[in-house]
């Protein structure tokens, strides 16, 4: 196995159609650029009709918010503020969205933070909710986002921990020692995105075959399948259809 | 099925003499650099136990599973043994992972339903709700739910929670001998599978919670069926209570067996009735409600025992409270919609009986074929694209049989799902066995893995 992705990405398949290039100064404009959009309907592999076929758009995750945040969550950021001296430091930016909190975290923070927010009476976070991957090609430099989701039973309080990393350099802390439940979902996250998580006890693969090549959640890493034949008909596998997204 | 179990032995290598493949009364046996290698395939354990003996091996590694009848599907149990007591315990899983999160994400947002509630295939009406509650909370259209839609939901989840701890009790008793239990269990689950087909068209893996609501108003008479079967259920899980509750076997089998604490359970994120054996009373349904579980009057069951026993007479009792919160979901069903009002996203149309059974409603292919072009337009629309839903994450719980389980739903603002995360419950608790397992029996490891009730489709996705 070798540290880029294999197989290599098909080379006509829907999901690796090059976007032109973003300007990343505008790309952080309210939030993290996710995709980009061209046309009325977003149809790929087909030509726009409509008349709008130099329309583009580009998508944002929504930005950082300014305090208030409402509800408890001010009072969870100053809690942590109070119990994590290097909160301003550690903190990238705080979203509030759909009524979830989210805090944006530098990676050389992660794991003094989350001690902070299981052991600190006043946040109290006993459950983590493990981490979950998501890989974002278009971010250039934060490709690759670790979330993990904790739970104060004590406070009856969520809070969403979000950590980026570059592609290139695809380490952060391993918060096993805090929260020994992220074993395994740490695990799952190495083995479906790549994620090296530095100071776990054992980070092999759990769900794919011990040999097996690349890291199959991540956006370059395709899907895979063969046509479904029907009397004659062929309709082409799943990531080569004809998508509107 | 033959059932295969391997028994590695580390030390002395030994001479390759007793026993061949040939001869049906012994196990089979080969020499490895790890040691001799013994495989099991029933009636042959005298070759395994004189081999043992033969060689004075101190260490002696039972591989059991993935393919086992006691370990609830493809689960590996990797066991370090010193006699009968297991010193060591790990667990191999991925053996059903089927991609589903992967596939999602090349399928609209309404299609991906169809996937998830092949995750946990014991309690499917919660992965598609969860995956729902997470996607209509991006939407932004969590109030807008109809009353009705939520109802059905909350009762469409209750009758699975039961037929989910149906399964439990049922496999559990089977695992340790007890196949009456087993008997009494299934018995009772086909009841509520009658129900489910009732309703959804489907035994399993019923893609009936849609986002925006559900997927079809319930048939008639279906309100008179489940009240009669909930009546039936409540006489018949008297059975099961009487068989099992003081039961000398089954209390040996399971009392003090698979033990872990709260903090245990908190540093493992175990959630769900093993949670609830150690004495909190942390349910989701109550702590932070969703689908309108605030309006029903129900009881969070608890014990401190800290044991299997525990946790089997939790499930026991959560069927009861199931089928209060059933009743009072029958009574609270008014008439309405069961779909969202907004037609950019709810469903086009409902299905409507014919005269060859349930299919396309032909009132609705009048309307759009013959009365409106718009109407086609977005049906059309609606069916080939989807509809979009705005950028951003969500992150919805449930209060699964098992746990909690959670969803992480990430959005690009596009038709179909950017990332779709499920946090199952099966797959957290399964890290709790080496916990509950080392020091023990290793009979009663048999009878923890049981009561941790794992469902590996929803542990390997």
């Given at each position: ?27 952080y404009v309210g939030g993290e650029a ?86 600190d009476p006043t946040l109290r976070f006993?459950?983590?909710?493990g981490v979950s991957g998501v890989h ?110 | ?461």
């Open positions: 196995m070798t540290e880029t992705n294999l197989p290599e990405p098909a080379a006509s398949g829907g999901i690796a159609t090059p976007a032109p290039a973003v300007d990343p100064d505008a790309a996710v995709a980009q959009r061209r046309g009325m309907f977003a149809a790929r592999g087909s030509g726009d009709t409509s008349g709008y076929g130099l329309l583009q758009r580009v998508v944002s995750l929504p930005g950082a918010s300014a305090r208030p945040y409402g509800g408890t969550f001010d009072e969870t950021a100053d809690a942590l503020a109070a119990a994590y001296p290097a909160y301003g430091e550690a903190v990238e930016a705080v979203v509030v969205e759909h009524d979830e909190l989210t805090f944006h975290v530098r990676r050389e923070h992660l794991l003094e933070f989350v001690q902070a927010l299981r052991d006993e459950m983590c909710m974002f090609p278009e971010q250039t430099g934060r490709e690759l986002h670790a979330v993990y989701h904790f739970l104060s039973i004590t406070h009856n309080r969520r809070v969403r921990v979000e950590v980026s990393v570059p592609d290139t350099d695809r380490h952060l802390p391993s918060i096993v020692s805090v929260y020994p439940t992220c074993d395994w979902h740490e695990r799952e996250t190495w083995d479906f995105f790549g994620l090296v998580f530095d100071g776990h006890p054992a980070l092999t693969r759990i769900m794919m075959p011990d040999d097996w090549p690349g890291h199959p959640q991540r956006k370059d890493y395709p899907l895979g399948g063969i046509p479904v034949e029907y009397k004659g008909a062929e309709i082409p596998p799943p990531d080569q259809r004809r998508a509107y997204t | 099925m033959p059932t295969t179990d391997n028994i590695t032995f580390e030390g002395s290598g030994g001479s390759d003499g007793a026993g061949g493949a040939g001869d049906a009364a012994a196990a089979g046996r080969r020499e490895t650099t790890e040691g001799t290698v013994f495989t099991v395939t029933g009636q042959d354990w005298d070759s395994v136990v004189s081999g043992v003996a033969d060689e004075h091996a101190e260490r002696v590694v039972v591989n059991m599973g993935p393919q086992h009848p006691s370990t609830h599907g493809v689960l590996r149990l990797i066991l370090e043994l010193d006699g009968e007591t297991v010193t060591e315990a790990r667990v191999g899983i991925g053996y059903l992972h089927t991609g589903i999160e992967k596939n999602l994400e090349f399928r609209n947002w309404t299609q991906a339903v169809t996937f998830v509630t092949r995750m946990d295939y014991l309690a499917p009406l919660f992965n598609e709700t969860a995956y729902c509650l997470a996607v209509e909370k991006l939407l932004g259209i969590t109030e807008q739910i109809p009353e009705r839609a939520n109802v059905i939901r909350v009762m469409m989840m209750e009758l699975n929670r039961m037929s989910s701890h149906l399964v439990a009790l049922a496999t559990g008793g089977m695992e340790l001998g007890a196949l009456t239990a087993m008997i009494f269990g299934f018995r009772e689950r086909e009841t509520v599978l009658d129900l489910f087909e009732l309703v959804t068209g489907l035994r399993m893996n019923h893609a009936y919670v849609r986002p925006g609501g559900v997927a079809q108003d319930l048939p008639s008479g279906a309100v008179e069926k489940i009240g009669e079967s909930v009546k039936l259920l409540r006489t018949n899980f008297k059975d099961t209570a009487n068989l099992l509750v003081d039961n000398g076997i089954w209390k040996a089998r399971t009392e003090g067996v698979g033990y872990l604490d709260l903090v245990g359970c908190a540093s493992l994120g175990v959630t769900g009735p093993i949670l609830r054996a150690t004495g909190l009373p942390h349910d989701l349904r109550k702590s932070q409600p969703y689908c309108g579980y605030e309006n029903y009057d129900f009881n969070v069951v608890t014990r401190d025992t800290c044991d299997a026993y525990g946790r089997f007479l939790i499930r026991l009792e959560e069927l009861s409270e199931s089928l209060k919160i059933v009743e009072q979901c029958l009574e609270r069903l008014e008439p309405g919609p069961v779909m969202v009002e907004d037609r950019k996203i709810a469903w086009p149309a409902q299905l409507a009986l014919g005269s060859d059974g349930l299919g396309n409603s032909l009132d609705h292919i009048r309307h759009i074929m013959g009365e409106s072009m718009e109407a086609l337009i977005h049906h059309f629309k609606l069916v080939t694209e989807g509809f979009a839903v705005p950028a951003g994450q969500a992150y919805s719980a449930v209060e699964s049989p098992r746990g909690e389980l959670g969803v992480h739903v990430v959005s690009d603002g596009g038709t179909r799902p950017y990332r779709v995360h499920f946090r199952d419950p099966s797959f957290t608790n399964l890290q709790a066995t080496a916990a509950m397992c080392e020091g023990s029996m290793i009979a009663d490891v048999v009878a923890a893995v049981a009561s941790i009730d794992p469902v590996m489709g929803g542990v390997d996705r």
